[in-house]
């Protein structure tokens, strides 16, 4: 992915908003005013007019904190408590997550955030020979964490193919809720946050183009289609393979435990 994604979710004191920035692209977060426009609004009076930017870069993304009291905490979701802490008047803090959570102080009883796609952290192929300079090494065509949540979320709606191996339904937003539910890092996983991983995992890890809507029925053939696209390309390619089927937590239910 080159550039990143920003998404700030409903409830955070303005609108639901979903970025795209190209590398050297910026966006700017804060209250807001009519004379200091921002792209992501966030209505506390605790959180500046311009609270702060961030930038993104060809490999990373940079955080610059403009609050001269507060400071701001950069969250991995994915990495067991890690963090990082960005002083006021911090400018252009390089950012080494994948998949972070800009979390900002504020007067309610929960803290204001927004979520930042990174661009891919990189690999090199797993079987390819460690000499030879950097140009002539073969990189992989899809860079995925497995270690990540939505790579959780691209197992679970590949399970029923790689259990029954039979075409089927695609599982739901909802089951895929449910059958994550006992992972410990996705035991507070929404339906709102597993849509986003779906739209992270085909617009920008498998690069998967659907066709634009233009109605309410075109919008929920386009999600569906996404949905059944993410996991044919991911099966076709062997992505996601039985071996992963271990990363998701035990199966209950007496229909499944007798499979």
Request: net charge neutral; proline share 7%.
């Amino acid at each position: 992915m080159n550039g990143i994604v920003v998404h700030l979710q409903e409830g955070n004191g303005g609108d639901a908003v979903t970025l795209r920035l190209g590398p050297g692209e910026h966006a700017r977060f804060g209250r807001g005013s009519a004379r200091t426009p921002v792209e992501l609004r966030l209505a506390d009076e605790a959180v500046s007019r311009l609270a702060g930017e961030i930038r993104a870069t060809d490999d990373h993304w940079q955080l610059s904190n403009l609050s001269t009291t507060h400071s701001y905490l950069v969250e991995n979701p994915e990495g067991a408590g890690e963090y990082l802490r960005v002083p006021p008047r911090r400018i252009g803090a390089p950012i080494p997550f994948e998949f972070a959570r800009v979390v900002l102080p504020s007067r309610r009883d929960t803290p204001l955030s927004f979520q930042v796609f990174a661009p891919d952290h990189v690999f090199l192929d797993a079987h390819a020979p460690g000499g030879g300079s950097w140009e002539s090494r073969t990189l992989t065509a899809y860079s995925l964490d497995e270690t990540a949540t939505y790579f959780l979320v691209l197992v679970a709606l590949c399970e029923p193919w790689l259990r029954d191996r039979s075409p089927v339904a695609v599982p739901t937003t909802p089951q895929i809720v449910e059958r994550l539910r006992g992972h410990g890092a996705c035991a507070r996983l929404t339906a709102r946050a597993v849509t986003s991983h779906i739209d992270y995992l085909a617009d920008e890890k498998l690069r998967i183009v659907v066709p634009a809507a233009t109605d309410d029925a075109d919008r929920a053939n386009r999600r569906n289609g996404k949905r059944e696209a993410v996991v044919g390309l991911a099966l076709k390619f062997g992505i996601v393979g039985e071996e992963h089927l271990t990363l998701l937590p035990p199966r209950t239910g007496p229909a499944e435990r007798g499979r």
